[in-house]
């Protein structure tokens, strides 16, 4: 079946530095993944998406990198804010997703 | 644009009891797709809607039930409720189900049963 996880629940990083949060999928997901991140009382909101035929994708100051090899997804967040403490989290089309990582940029 | 909207935005209800939650979808918008969010199982899909037809299906039981109408507004029901249907209930809006544009999420339901 298809499944998508994280890695790590919590994430806790200086403001102005890299995050990387993780996220490892199963052999039948989806052809295109998404990363989302939802703050406190909000729905998720669109960060950025990859396709399988692609293994790195740029946005403004996020990066999502795709290892078909191990199955594993990656979202990196450049010079860390506050504004970014949120959940992330990872999904596999429309319909799977991983739990979630809780981001605490601490000034 | 305006953003997708979900009413009520809050509810409660006890057991036993049935729901109906309203998502108005991105203006232009033909898919609609519902999810129930909990601590516990984190994000889960329920079903989407695409031009009044039912597109894909998640792992629920039968007492959850969906449509939309022909101006893709979207209505989910959960009938029999309960204690675990708890949750935030999303929905979220796309273009074109068909090819996995963008997904915009609404505000969400937060259904308390008691």
């Known amino acids: 079946g298809e499944s998508v996880g994280l890695h790590l629940p919590t994430l806790s990083v200086q403001e102005g530095d890299n995050s990387i949060i993780n996220c490892a999928y199963s052999n039948s997901a989806s052809d295109y993944f998404i990363w989302y991140k939802q703050e406190s009382g909000k729905g998720p909101q669109f960060i950025i998406d990859?396709?399988?035929?692609?293994d790195k994708r740029q946005g403004q100051r996020v990066t999502v990198l795709l290892n078909k090899t191990v199955k594993h997804l990656s979202l990196q967040i450049a010079a860390t804010q506050p504004g970014d403490s949120a959940v992330y989290f990872c999904?596999?089309?429309?319909?799977?997703f991983g739990d979630g990582t809780t981001l605490t940029v601490k000034p | 644009k305006a953003g997708v909207t979900q009413t009520p935005r809050y509810l409660i209800k006890t057991r036993g009891q049935q729901v109906t939650l309203s998502c108005s979808p991105i203006s232009g918008h033909r898919s609609v797709s519902w999810y129930q969010q909990t601590p516990g199982q984190g994000l889960q899909f329920l079903f989407e809607y695409f031009s009044e037809t039912q597109r894909n299906k998640g792992n629920f039981p039968g007492r959850f039930s969906g449509r939309q109408f022909s101006n893709s507004r979207s209505e989910m029901n959960v009938s029999t409720l309960e204690l675990g249907d708890s949750a935030l209930y999303l929905c979220?809006?796309?273009?074109?189900?068909?090819?996995?544009?963008?997904?915009?999420f609404g505000p969400g339901t937060r259904l308390l049963v008691l």
């Open positions: 999904g596999g089309g429309k319909s799977t």
């Open positions: 990859i396709r399988s035929n692609m």
């Open positions: 979220a809006s796309s273009g074109d189900s068909l090819r996995g544009e963008t997904q915009y």
